[in-house]
């Protein structure tokens, strides 16, 4: 008898731990950035630029997404860097606003050396 409620109460801790990381892990600091390739050729050398931190994302080809958490020190946007098929730099501002420890999300699309649309939802908490 002491067995089988030792097996249920291992059971349940181990539900409630599995439950708390994933939680925790969904709700971290932290911006998720979704970054689609709606363009008809690969953008080369990706990087996203937020204050205090950069982040390579590499070449993304035509039709594909990047999706990547971005973590500021401060008041920041979202800076996209890329390489066109020209060989040129193009480096474009995602026209939002976040700050170290809010969470959220931003999805960009990007086409032709432009930002074609962007979704953001981004809070504090």
Not at 58 to 77: K, L, N, Q
Not at 111 to 117: E, F, G, L, Q, S
């Amino acid at each position: 008898m002491a067995s089988k409620n030792f097996f249920w109460v291992g059971t349940i801790l181990a539900v409630l731990l599995v439950s708390v990381g994933i939680l925790a892990f969904q709700f971290r600091p932290g911006i998720r950035v979704t970054l689609h390739n709606a363009g008809s050729s690969t953008i080369r050398s990706v990087a996203l630029h937020v204050t205090g931190s950069s982040t390579s994302l590499g070449d993304i080809h035509s039709g594909a997404e990047a999706i990547t958490r971005v973590r500021p020190t401060g008041e920041s946007s979202l800076e996209i860097e890329f390489v066109d098929q020209d060989g040129k730099s193009v480096r474009l501002d995602a026209n939002c606003y976040f700050e170290s420890g809010y969470r959220g999300t931003i999805q960009v699309l990007v086409k032709d050396r432009k930002i074609i649309k962007k979704q953001q939802d981004i809070n504090l908490w």
